[in-house]
């Protein structure tokens, strides 16, 4: 048992003068620690057996919570479900956090890294009497205890981790690996905000956590806040050791330099001198972080610091059984979920779980009424500083409205349908560009993305801000600087969790995306909505801004990339989330994109999923008839149809840019080939029109639907993504039998933009070929225009094998209204 | 310009006594160093400018490939694509190796981790000869060369990554992140093989790769190959730096040290001095790594070494054009594409053009006719030891097949349907273990997990392996050893990418996941199968292992995990891919499971996506029944139906271990208070069976199809995941307006087994009360019966919510054939 402080014993030649300044400051005030009296460490002695044992009782218990008489079999739940292991480390540094808080009076939020640490979240919210003014019910007495016992784990009850029904949570954790993400979104402009962020070793082997480390380099020690990283080092997992424990401790602690991090190790078993170096390490932390800030804000000095970070290296499972049936439990990972089980079949295992909750002598910490002593309750912080009260993580409660340019002003002027843009992303990149500029007082909006912000067409934002980076800059970087509104780092992992973090404390921001490569955040995404979709159904839990995807460089162009960059599936993914959470708009030109995004940005509580192209194309709408149009999310182009209102022959349907470009150029053939065709031109840019109204809050009436698709004539369906998705939205609709969807479908690798079309059958040729084929009343003609189209097909093969590039008829193709 | 050969200016503490005696021989090695002659570094310098010059060419010729007349804009593709900036530094690495190979004659292979290094490595096996052997079009004269040039980025061309074409890739890399994972699988139990895998400092901050590094705590040093990582340090991404590359020299140090490697750095721009630094520190670690290896193989001694890596910090489009209009190129992000751009615009870049390829002195490389002269072609490695002609990075030649213990023997005792079960997986943990077994001596089994391996069930894999640890061990760590088939860490990108590189390289495997969070792997998924679509399409590309997925922990059972952990859509993610290399399967019980297995771990060139339960749960089919069922893949269950092969009323489909379960029960119901209805029971374990034969090769006919499900009656299905999927799968069967499917639609928190069906509409009483809606001619029973139901329902609720379990009816009830 040592308190090792910063685990340096040869020189540390690498720091800056100033860091070593700092760091033998900080050791003078750790030898001169006297604040830390014997009562005091006594007194988190018992707060912290108080949090161990309200943790046993959440396992165990289902009666008797202070075990007011010897322990029966009936007051054990019968299912004994839970995780001890990380628990008591848990309840550790929460005890000791509360005294910094007091001590310092910080602006402190609490994120649980490690799997399952949800006993010690609501054992400390419940201690800190958080829980029962949220929960009125779970009051601090003996009933109020008995219940928030049997709720854990419990039907009806709460889940493991630190779930949203926990106040203070803003990181549910169930899915490992994305604390520290979490944590340094949630600091970044908020800069009196600490986020002790506890990380668990396991969770540590992720990759997400792994690159997390280098968040530091990304954060602005003046204008954002500082995150508090503790390594909780308890060696196992579910049923292995963990690498960062099983490597040299010289290892560990280059590992974390080299991330850039000054570590300060806590090490050891026995409670009281673990108090007292965790206090003393927790000083002298929090001393230094205030140094940092302070050199930085005062003296101007935003050279990117050491930031010190803890590890605390202490058993896993501690305080609980020694040994189990013969088994070492205690330190190792058998005490990774339920140590004592199954009384009922296990007789022998009673007394020791009596044994085990009488251990943190309960009678010392709790009235006969059940609430907890004063002089214990004393020690929680008071108010909002309790972490289960910080309104940074109900962030909702901080959320403020965006200062809004009006988006009409941005419009592109579209003289008449098919005028060439310059590009959709392009043109939102100006809009962008001022929703930055107008909310830069409030420091309450950024963008995020992995190094394409610039490819994604959003490059007019750094003509009014930069990409933060507080790394070594050189002579030739562009827009970089120690301040800025835009995150880049090349990962996908990190720019979705920092942006998470930075909305749930209630903050606004978009993440802008290559379209194939945002699956890598699938999973992220999953659990972003789980998290809405339960904060949704909590009243005290207030609406958060929507998570806002700009999917940009997407699949159907693929000039320089290919194969490896296709992928429209993500739409897919994100549709089987629930339906109160997630829309998906897929704007076919840029007033419409703009429309869209300025909806997008002031909505709230949603996952926002927008598509949408970079390379210059035509445009459709003027900006009156988009807005009318986004509006709607779903309508037929008259301008585009020729049914004149009536019965059309043919209804030629299109969503996203790409498809609704060929379609119209299906369209222009047609009229030339079959002029006596009634054409309906129906476009999508809200794609849960689609579903049915039961299915989604937004889904079409059935005779909405059958009015735009008729109930029983062809509907040739160009569409941007995967073509059976469209199937899955639409297959309770009347027409549906007549439906046929082309899109997307693993066909592709470098070619040109017009010959992705042509490799998945969704080019104008082979859509006009579709309406020929379900037309059989156009006869001969059809059989012949099919062959002219045919021969088209192949003459654009040869001539794109040949010039590297698209036939100009091709290329300079543009729609004309009809006459 | 300096060769700085580890970066280490102060003392060594840390590291191991047999550590820094390897480190003091090789220094000694390097100042000895004298087989690097004038003549040999000048002919390296020469390979690379002809690499060099045929990656420029790739870029932007179409004619004129030796320069034979001054260029003109003709010469010049239309558009030019691709990607300058990673290729030089590769190049330079290329050449190097090939020497390293030839001297110490090492059986190597490339991994080309950068994004878009394609130039550089079709343009190094075009050199050395594979490429033209395996595209004789692409032949070593002018007329290849011209093709080569002409092939890149062009349609119908090739990618700009190491892409499936390119003979000695075995990673494309256009998603970034996974080299270092496959480099460490290829060399599992490959101990001759050395992986040089260099990383991208852009790579570098993915999330996988940072985690990826850690990899060498999994490696054996005597049974396994090694891995030589080179970081390529070249300063920027797209339009950023690296964030590896703007830390301290001393920070990046420290950091890959923490990661436990032995860091070599060599750094400059000055080609001479870089080519001798180069090779010095070539010999040095290829020679530590040997002796490594001998030090464990001779003596036995398996102490986790610190395996040697190289840093190479070279200028970024290195070589190539200094300035571009005014702005600085060569040794910036401007490099990253392609530098000059647009001749026919700028004319003034076509001099430029014709200067930078001239500056290569092609005419010093190859002979008049295009052939790489003789004394330059000798510098490559002869045969297989071409790292374009290794059989490794063609693994389907080196696969054998497994030797399969016989599944039958491992049949579960079935007396009748429902016999309870211990759970699937367990029962498959036998036969994996004696696959493992049977396959000890070959070595080309391995089973990768998460730290999972035991909570999915598969615990009896330990009777017989370990897994494969090599760093530290302690007192209380169980089936942990430096040698083992089961390769567990807590990332699923590290379990996949490993899977991946093993495959890859010829052998087979099986990853094991909680179902909910394979969704972390979607875009490695993604990646693998496009990989095996196109090489499916390649024919001197050998099919190799299917890639096979057993998802256990799936979202039905979820006392003590919860919401977060619930999430089945990873077979609608699968199922986006084409439809010849996926294949799903749901096995309803253990003796299917088995069957299922079996078939996967014999297939080729697949990702096979197999889900299972491994709670207790009941048994319905003999191995001689289950064998039939799995190979028909769909089926009638007759002795659970009631229809005696004529017209049912209903089809009670089901697909999946706890939809069967409450299929059953549903019909048990409908026997008691419904006993005239006509049932039939269809169950499906191959989901693809449910497509049309046009889309999935599995398909059923629509006669098939229509004899299992009817053309006219109503069908519920209770399905495993989301109800959807069913419907995108079957919506053009005849009766698809009649199906209607239960399934998981995002409710469930933690709660009993039983109320997770409840909560998801999918239990028994929902089912029957689906039924009496679909069937009014049941009249007033059915009223009755559905009351009756609904009040179950409550009855289900008030029960579990005060005891913690479901009623013992749920929970005992068992399934009774019909007299």
């Not at 993400?181 to 070793?201: M, Q, R, T, Y």
């Not at 959320?399 to 060439?420: C, I, K, S, T, W």
């Not at 509580?605 to 779903?634: D, F, R, S």
Request: charged fraction near 20%.
């Amino acid at each position: 048992m040592f308190l090792s402080t910063n685990g340096n014993r040869h020189e540390d030649h690498w720091e800056t003068r100033e860091e070593r300044e700092l760091r033998n400051q900080t050791m003078t005030i750790l030898q001169d620690q006297s604040t830390l009296s014997p009562e005091l460490l006594h007194n988190i002695d018992s707060y912290w057996r108080a949090a161990n044992y309200l943790s046993v009782g959440q396992i165990y218990l289902y009666d008797n919570p202070l075990l007011k008489r010897p322990l029966e079999l009936s007051d054990i739940k019968h299912m004994l479900l839970g995780h001890w292991g990380t628990t008591p480390g848990q309840n550790f540094i929460y005890a000791h956090l509360n005294r910094a808080i007091n001590q310092y009076d910080l602006d402190m939020i609490y994120v649980s890294g490690p799997g399952h640490g949800g006993p010690a979240v609501v054992a400390n919210t419940y201690l800190e009497g958080t829980y029962s003014e949220i929960y009125p019910d779970i009051s601090q007495d003996e009933e109020g205890l008995r219940k928030l016992f049997i709720q854990f784990s419990f039907p009806g009850g709460i889940p493991s981790h630190a779930s949203p029904e926990c106040p203070g949570s803003i990181h549910e954790g169930g899915e490992l690996g994305y604390s520290l993400s979490h944590a340094f979104g949630a600091v970044f402009d908020n800069p009196e905000l600490i986020v002790a962020c506890v990380v668990g070793d396991g969770e540590a082997e992720t990759g997400p956590l792994a690159t997390a480390w280098h968040s530091n380099k990304f954060l602005n020690p003046a204008s954002d806040g500082a995150v508090l990283p503790i390594l909780h080092l308890n060696g196992y997992k579910i049923a292995n050791p963990t690498v960062l424990a099983r490597i040299e401790h010289e290892e560990l602690d280059q590992l974390l330099r080299g991330y850039g991090w000054t570590p300060y190790f806590v090490e050891g078993n026995d409670p009281q001198a673990m108090h007292k170096a965790m206090a003393e390490t927790l000083d002298a932390v929090i001393e230094q972080i205030h140094r940092i800030q302070s050199n930085a804000r005062e003296n101007g000095d935003l050279t990117r610091p050491r930031w010190p970070m803890i590890v605390l290296n202490s058993p896993k499972g501690w305080t609980g059984p020694k040994v189990v049936d013969d088994i070492p439990v205690e330190g190792t990972f058998h005490s990774h979920q339920v140590p004592l089980s199954d009384p009922a079949t296990h007789p022998e295992h009673l007394p020791l779980i009596e044994d085990w909750l009488r251990s943190y002598r309960p009678e010392e910490l709790f009235d006969k009424t059940g609430r907890l002593k004063p002089e214990l309750a004393n020690l929680a912080p008071k108010g909002d500083r309790r972490m289960g009260a910080n309104p940074h993580a109900n962030g909702g409660k901080l959320l403020r409205d965006l200062e809004m340019p009006n988006f009409r002003d941005y419009a592109v002027h579209v003289p008449e349908p098919g005028a060439q843009g310059i590009g959709d992303t392009h043109e939102l990149g100006r809009f962008i560009r001022d929703v930055i500029q107008l909310n830069d007082d409030e420091r309450n909006f950024r963008v995020f993305g992995p190094d394409e912000t610039i490819s994604n067409g959003l490059e007019a934002v750094f003509n009014v801000t930069d990409r933060q980076w507080d790394a070594r800059t050189g002579v030739n970087d562009e827009s970089l600087a120690r301040s800025g509104r835009v995150m880049e780092m090349l990962s996908e992992h990190q720019c979705e969790g920092w942006l998470e973090g930075y909305l749930l404390t209630g903050r606004h921001g978009l993440f802008n995306c290559y379209e194939a490569f945002i699956h890598i955040v699938d999973s992220m995404f999953n659990q972003h909505a789980k998290w809405l979709k339960v904060t949704s159904e909590l009243p005290w839990r207030k609406k958060i801004a929507s998570l806002n995807y700009l999917l940009a460089s997407h699949v159907w162009r693929q000039d320089h990339n290919g194969f490896t960059h296709q992928d429209p599936g993500f739409i897919d993914h994100v549709v089987n989330k629930k339906a109160s959470v997630v829309r998906v708009y897929l704007p076919p030109d840029a007033n419409c994109l703009l429309s869209v995004m300025d909806h997008c940005l002031r909505s709230r509580h949603y996952v926002n999923v927008v598509i949408a192209g970079k390379h210059p194309a035509p445009q459709w709408l003027t900006m009156e008839t988009a807005e009318k149009h986004c509006a709607e999310g779903i309508g037929v182009w008259d301008w585009a149809s020729n049914d004149d209102g009536g019965d059309p022959d043919v209804v030629m349907a299109c969503c996203g840019d790409v498809p609704t470009l060929e379609t119209l150029a299906a369209v222009t053939i047609m009229r030339q080939h079959l002029p006596e065709l009634k054409i309906r031109v129906v476009n999508v840019v809200d794609l849960m029109k689609l579903q049915p109204p039961s299915e989604h809050p937004h889904g079409l009436s059935d005779d909405a639907f059958d009015a735009l698709f008729t109930k029983d004539k062809p509907v040739i369906f160009a569409f941007h993504a995967y073509p059976w998705l469209i199937h899955r939205l639409t297959y309770r609709r009347t027409n549906h039998r007549n439906l046929h969807v082309r899109g997307y479908k693993e066909e592709g690798t470098i070619t040109t933009p017009f010959d992705m079309t042509v490799l998945n059958d969704l080019d104008r040729f082979h859509l006009v070929m579709d309406v020929i084929d379900r037309l059989p009343q156009i006869g001969g003609r059809g059989i012949t225009l099919k062959q002219h189209l045919a021969n088209k097909l192949i003459e654009h093969r040869e001539y794109i094998c040949t010039h590297g590039q698209d036939m100009p008829e091709i290329r300079n193709w543009t729609w004309s209204s009809p006459e």
